[in-house]
């Protein structure tokens, strides 16, 4: 018998068939992949605590990141649902580091920002996820615009300005202010949203800690 | 020429997909500002369009004409969700740097453009070839266009720098302008080559 190709039910049928296939399938590949990508997010989201708190670098190991982080940092609980905090001690001084997520230009943001508990000065900031232009605000993940922020003195109003600057970094980490990215003002704004977000929740940990 | 062959130049330059067929060009603006993510896209291109190719070719008798789009972007996002999921779990560095680039690949006019054109009228091993010949043939004019905005936007090739620290970057470089003019560039030259060098061929004939 000769299928009649373009009648309704075979299209349907056809139709029906070739994408549940495909579907799961794709569903088998992430299923099977899921325990692998949960170990990197989780790989991932350490290192990051890291280094915000300035404890570890791109040449830092694998092995090393997990066994700084489980000696170093102290998880603490969440400040708010989807938040996460950590504690940690460093040449006797405290920090309180933050995982925050914030829109951006054209997902949410999530960086992990520590500072002193008294969030005066930062320690150090390291983008987790974004979905900013790439090439454009996608380079808020470049080093010279995160280390920017290291030791950067908080102002009075609780906030670091992202600014448009030279566009190779602001030096000065008493001034308050890090220079933006050329061509990407409206995620430089989510930025420092972000990061005067970030502070006022180390504020308040560090408050009652 | 053996067919085979004769695919490979016609993706690589006689109907290169970029310079003739000009598909593909939201990608090339996107990411030809660096290298590696640059050779990343292609590769990702290449491997799509050609298992596409291939699977739509295999199913081209089953697949009902009033349908045959819609089970052309399945099969096409499918291989793009596998590449994303594989380097998720394998490449976590890469998956993450690239971001939003993987899913985009399915938005590339190559892919859609060679299992309409050529998937749907030939052979399963063909159509491989024709979406290799093709994922190439993009690859390599991107490749010379972000060779020119890397070097000219960051002052490094690969991400490694060796201009001195005096090089001022071209920030128009980085940003998808310069790759409109580019592109541009290298559509009028590939194509003032090609009339030249078919006007010899009918001058020598």
């Known amino acids: ?141 470049e080093a010279w615009f995160t280390d920017q922020f290291k030791g950067e003195k908080v102002g009075s109003d609780g906030k670091v300005t992202v600014a448009q600057g030279s566009g190779k970094g602001d030096p000065d980490k008493e001034n308050s202010k890090v220079d933006a990215i050329t061509g990407a003002s409206r995620t430089s704004d989510f930025v420092q949203t972000l990061v005067a977000k970030a502070l006022a929740t180390v504020k308040e940990i560090g408050g009652s800690l | 020429m053996s067919p085979a062959r004769k695919i490979m130049k016609d993706g690589l330059w006689t109907n290169n997909p970029i310079f003739v067929q000009v598909l593909g060009i939201c990608s090339t603006l996107a990411v030809t500002n660096n290298l590696r993510n640059t050779l990343i896209m292609v590769l990702g291109v290449t491997f799509a369009t050609a298992m596409g190719s291939w699977t739509l070719s295999l199913l081209k008798d089953l697949i009902p004409r009033k349908v045959r789009m819609i089970v052309q972007v399945l099969v096409l996002s499918f291989y793009v969700i596998i590449i994303d999921i594989l380097l998720r779990a394998y490449q976590p560095a890469i998956s993450k740097q690239l971001g939003p680039y993987v899913g985009l690949i399915i938005t ?98």
């Open chain 1, 1 to 141: 018998m000769k299928l009649k190709k373009e009648s309704i039910g075979y299209v349907i049928v056809f139709t029906f068939v070739v994408c549940s296939a495909f579907v799961v399938l794709l569903a088998a590949a992430n299923q099977i992949t899921l325990p692998r990508v949960k170990a990197n997010q989780s790989y991932a989201s350490h290192y990051a605590v890291l280094k915000a708190l300035d404890l570890a670098g791109p040449e830092t190991s694998k092995a090393e990141v997990e066994s700084t982080y489980s000696s170093q940092v102290k998880e603490l609980p969440e400040p708010a649902p989807g938040m996460a905090a950590y504690g940690s001690t460093i040449d006797g001084a405290a920090y309180v580091a933050v995982k925050i997520t914030n829109p951006g230009l054209w997902g949410p943001i999530t960086a992990i920002l520590a500072a002193d508990p008294k969030a005066e000065r930062i320690r150090g900031l390291e983008m987790l996820d974004q979905q900013e232009t790439p090439g454009l605000g996608g380079r808020i993940g």
């Open chain 2, 108 to 205: 590339n006019c190559i892919l859609m453009g060679r299992a309409e054109a050529f998937a749907a009228a030939n052979k399963p091993g063909a159509s491989f070839i024709d979406g290799i010949a093709n994922g190439l043939g993009y690859g390599w004019v991107l490749v010379c266009i972000a060779v020119i905005r890397e070097f000219f936007g960051f002052g490094s090739f690969f991400g490694i720098k060796f201009m001195g620290e005096g090089f001022t970057p071209w920030t128009i470089m980085v940003m998808a302008p310069s790759a409109f003019f580019l592109v541009a560039m290298a559509l009028w030259a590939a194509n003032t080559y090609k009339a030249k060098a078919e006007a010899k061929k009918k001058g020598t004939k």
